[in-house]
């Protein structure tokens, strides 16, 4: 069992920046790959972004990338979303998952444990 629970959710301006963490708890978190998905009213949770174990390789949906950068510290069981150039169509709850699928697999179904999710908000 492994427990996540997101912070550093807000509401920033559209081109602010925002920086979410995601602490992990339970079994061994450095086995694990960890994702960020995200989830807006009426719409259906979509893949944000993925890194590995160990850091070295990362994995991003097209609508952020060059936008967002994902990175971990296995050291504090934490992985981070540093969130840049935002836009209104950021606006979702977002969550972090862990999985042992390859980075590629987008779907939420490929994922084991989830965080809670945390809200953000990019006004215009």
């Known amino acids: 069992q492994v427990q996540l629970v997101e912070s550093g959710g807000g509401l920033v301006q559209a081109g602010g920046s925002l920086r979410l963490s995601c602490a992990a708890s339970?079994?061994?978190?450095?086995?694990?790959?960890m994702g960020w998905f995200r989830q807006a009213p009426g719409k259906e949770r979509e893949f944000v972004a993925a890194?590995?174990?160990?850091?070295?390789?990362?994995y991003y949906a097209d609508s952020v990338k060059g936008r967002f950068t994902i990175s971990r510290d296995n050291a504090k069981n934490t992985v981070y979303l540093q969130m840049n150039s935002r836009k209104p169509e950021d606006t979702a709850v977002y969550y972090c998952?862990?999985?042992?699928?390859?980075?590629?697999?987008?779907?939420?179904?490929?994922?084991?444990?989830w965080g809670q999710g945390t809200q953000v908000t990019v006004s215009s």
């Open positions: 339970g079994r061994t978190f450095s086995s694990y790959a």
């Open positions: 998952a862990v999985t042992k699928a390859p980075l590629s697999a987008q779907a939420p179904g490929a994922y084991d444990y």
């Open positions: 890194i590995s174990w160990s850091g070295g390789s990362t």
